[in-house]
């Protein structure tokens, strides 16, 4: 079983930045995806960052440039970096983790479907 706990939503100004944090429990195989999804207000799900098993990192188009994603696996913890929020940010930011076991899905399709932890919010305002 994998637990995911996220921390660092905030609300913040156009412009600003801010890095969530996931602190990752349980045993994640090497064959696993790690990243963050969100959802907008009124929207689906969709990804934002991932790492693939074979740590190939991908962001969606809406996000790139602007944030990292990265991670410490002795701190068991994976990070995103926001920089330049824009009020199109503002959502529930969850963090995701899925063991990619040989499908061929994207990363995000596999994220959607996997292990979620509860989110944090992030509020940008203009």
């Known amino acids: 079983q994998v637990q995911l706990v996220e921390s660092g939503g905030d609300s913040v100004q156009a412009g600003g930045s801010l890095r969530l944090s996931c602190g990752v429990s349980?045993?994640?195989?090497?064959?696993?995806?790690v990243g963050w999804l969100r959802q907008a207000p009124g929207k689906e799900l969709e990804g934002v960052a991932g790492?693939?098993?074979?740590?190939?990192?991908t962001y969606s188009e809406s996000v790139k440039g602007r944030f990292t994603i990265s991670r410490d696996n002795a701190k068991r913890t994976l990070y995103l970096q926001m920089d330049n929020l824009k009020p199109e940010d503002t959502g529930m930011y969850y963090c995701?983790?899925?063991?990619?076991?040989?499908?061929?899905?994207?990363?995000?399709?596999?994220?959607?479907?996997?292990?979620r932890g509860q989110g944090t919010q992030v509020t940008v305002s203009s």
């Open positions: 995701a983790a899925v063991d990619r076991d040989g499908e061929s899905w994207s990363v995000f399709e596999l994220l959607l479907v996997g292990y």
């Open positions: 349980g045993y994640i195989y090497s064959t696993y995806a």
């Open positions: 790492i693939d098993s074979d740590e190939t990192i």
